[in-house]
């Protein structure tokens, strides 16, 4: 079911990746990019693509009047879409709603900063927002993989996600600010949605030699990954805060 619109949206990603490659050198920098944190997952180029794809949808929010709560409303809802994708096994549509949703996070931001609708009540509304999408999508694979050992590999990487967040935000209350670390929301999503896309085609294609390359044991290697490096992120923002909270005293 899931095989010919995958197929139809990772041809589209692979025709505009080939026409963005030589326009990229030709576009002024764009402050937005230039502003986030860039990480060896997840480089300026990338952000700039997905910039540069997802920028006719701003302009259409704008001009209709979009609030950026009701943007950060609608990625919720396309959230709880992806994890109901993976409670029934569809791995590549639930990845690209989940990419979805994400860009509707950014959709809210580049709103608001472009109808001057920028508001404290609005970002603290996002941010929680956010958990929330990251937990809708988590319980849909966790509801799939509930009778299998790669549970607990999900509950690893759910957890990592959650304490990067938590060691940021408890960090900043403490007056320590520090946005580093390899595997933060931008990643995850990046990785476990491109992995889940990903892993029907290959598996469509590998099956034939392998039977045990099935989408669900494909998925599980950016999952793992995403598993350990949340852990890895975390522990280094939990060190940092931690040094320099003690070059305080």
């Keep these: 079911m899931s095989f010919i619109p ?17 326009v ?39 001009k209709f009047g979009f609030t950026p709560n009701a943007l950060t409303t609608l990625g919720v809802m396309v959230s709880a879409v ?6 029934q096994g569809y791995f590549g549509i639930g990845g690209w709603f989940m990419i979805f949703a994400a860009t509707f996070d950014m959709f809210d931001g580049r709103v608001a900063r472009l109808t001057n609708k920028t508001t404290a009540s609005g970002a603290y509304y996002d941010s929680v927002m956010d958990r929330v999408s990251e937990g809708l999508t988590f319980m849909g694979l966790i509801y799939y993989f509930r009778n299998s050992w790669v549970l607990w590999v999900v509950l690893m990487a759910f957890l990592g996600s959650l304490l990067v967040s938590y060691t940021r935000a408890k960090g900043e209350s403490s007056g320590i600010f520090y946005t580093g670390g390899a595997m933060q929301r931008p990643e995850r999503i990046v990785y476990l949605g491109v992995g889940s896309i990903f892993a029907p085609l290959f ?26 490096m949340t852990w890895v992120t975390a522990f280094e923002r939990m060190f940092f805060v931690m040094h320099e909270l003690d070059k305080k005293m």
Excluded: Q
């Design 6 to 22: 995958l197929l139809v949206f990772n041809i589209f990603l692979l025709c505009t990746v080939l026409i963005f490659r030589p």
């Design 24 to 62: 990229y050198h030709r576009l002024p920098p764009l402050p937005e990019v230039e502003s986030r944190y860039s990480s060896k997952l997840l480089n300026r180029w990338m952000k700039a693509y997905w910039f540069w794809i997802t920028d006719p949808f701003i302009r259409f929010f704008v």
């Design 82 to 87: 992806s994890g109901f994708s993976f409670t």
């Design 203 to 228: 598996s469509w294609f590998l099956f034939r030699f392998n039977p045990l390359l099935t989408p669900e044991n494909l998925f599980l290697l950016p999952l793992s990954f995403v598993a350990i």
